[in-house]
């Protein structure tokens, strides 16, 4: 995380803008977070592939910024119109070319490149622990 602040520690205060028009083209969630808000989060805590679980997914900002990062996803919601907005924001970004000019709309970083950049050059340490059912039968 250093490298996307100009190799300092990050600040435990983050100055951040409020959820962008663009981020509600496929509908409006109540309480939908900010995407430069939920990219910060995921980036500084999980690794590239991680598995994110979001079990109130609402309109999935938390998957969009996944997806977004190079990360898998899986949202739960009981609210099916919530559900339709999820899946319309998932297959919007599935067109490559929206997905790169949505992370260059993401704020909170230096460039517009910043982002894109950090994801190429992302270590790739995969989690190396697969998680043995065997071992809790004991």
């Not at 969630?29 to 598995?51: C, E, F, G």
């Not at 990062?69 to 998932?90: H, P, Q, V």
């Not at 910043?114 to 790739?124: D, N």
Request: proline share 4%; hydrophobic share 35%; glycine share 6%.
């Amino acid at each position: 995380m250093k490298q996307l602040n100009g190799d300092k520690q990050m600040k435990d205060v983050w100055k951040l803008p409020a959820i962008a028009k663009w981020e509600k083209s496929c509908g409006k969630h109540p309480t939908q977070k900010p995407l430069s808000v939920l990219t910060r989060i995921i980036l500084a805590s999980t690794k590239p592939n991680a598995w994110i679980l979001d079990p109130f997914a609402g309109s999935s900002t938390t998957g969009i910024a996944a997806n977004l990062a190079n990360r898998r996803y899986l949202g739960i919601d009981m609210e099916t119109s919530f559900l339709e907005i999820s899946k319309n924001r998932k297959l919007e970004i599935e067109n490559t070319a929206v997905a790169e000019t949505y992370r260059s709309k993401i704020s909170g970083f230096e460039t517009k490149k910043q982002l894109e950049l950090y994801l190429v050059e992302e270590p790739k340490k995969e989690y190396g622990i697969e998680l043995d059912l065997n071992l809790l039968k004991k």
